[in-house]
Antibody
Framework: EVQLVESGGGLVQPGGSLTLSCAAS????????MSWVRQAPGKGLEWVAKINEDGSQKYSVDSVKGRFTISRDNAMDSLYLQMNNLRAEDTAVYYC?????????????WGRGTLVSVSS | QSALTQPASVSGSPGQPITISCTGT?????????VSWYQQHPGKAPKLMIY???NRPSGVSDRFSGSKSGNTASLTISGLQAEDEADYYC??????????FGTGTKVTVL
């Protein structure tokens, strides 16, 4: 069974930085796009960013451009999200998700999420 | 990148069918057959229920079906059951290779 486990969430002050990690297992990690999706408390899902199989192509939503960077380490089967200049509106549960061409580029497996709280 | 539009809530009695709509534009829903649907129970991660408009992943009940006409996609749950009570989100691939979710629909089983 595909496993995705996020870590690195926590409380950070506005303007601060945080790096999220996602450990993948039970599938051929280097063969898949990967994404980050977030969900603010009591709100809907928001797609944040995605990265292609070898890390050469990255895409992100406008609201995080210039502040968040998605990256991956295929040797470690790991995905990362470097978040800088954090704002209160970035407070959310952040999910790591696998993206497959067979599922029409939709995230098909998700981790349980890690909570990021931005507050002074 | 505006969110796709869904009704805030839909309800139905056990055994009845319900349909959730998802309206986008020609740059997302209408432009690609890459619409997917997710079910999310409180405190849980989303679960993929439908992909590529009408395909069900292995293990998803055949009571769930998807369709699309123009810029609007739909999810139908036939034979509503208590365990179907959850939030449902549509999503779509977009131009520029981005991705967008719907606003979400709370399904209540009466």
């Amino acid at each position: 069974e595909v496993q995705l486990v996020e870590s690195g969430g926590g409380l950070v002050q506005p303007g601060g930085s945080l790096t999220l990690s996602c450990a993948a297992s039970e599938f051929t990690y280097r063969a898949y796009y990967m994404s980050w999706v977030r969900q603010a408390p009591g709100k809907g899902l928001e797609w944040v960013a995605k990265i292609n199989e070898d890390g050469s192509q990255k895409y992100s939503v406008d609201s995080v451009k210039g502040r968040f960077t998605i990256s991956r380490d295929n040797a470690m089967d790991s995905l990362y999200l470097q978040m800088n200049n954090l704002r209160a509106e970035d407070t959310a549960v952040y999910y790591c998700a696998r993206v497959g061409s067979t599922s029409g580029w939709a995230p098909d497996y998700w981790g349980r999420g890690t909570l990021v709280s931005v507050s002074s | 990148q505006s969110a796709l539009t869904q009704p805030a809530s839909v309800s139905g009695s056990p055994g009845q069918p319900i349909t959730i709509s998802c309206t986008g534009t020609s740059s997302d829903v209408g432009g690609y057959n890459y619409v997917s649907w997710y079910q999310q129970h409180p405190g849980k991660a989303p679960k993929l229920m439908i992909y590529k408009v009408s395909n069900r992943p292995s293990g998803v009940s055949d009571r769930f079906s998807g369709s699309k006409s123009g810029n609007t996609a739909s999810l139908t749950i036939s034979g509503l059951q208590a365990e179907d009570e959850a939030d449902y989100y549509c999503s779509s691939h977009t131009s520029s290779s981005l991705f967008v979710f719907g606003t979400g629909t709370k399904v209540t089983v009466l």
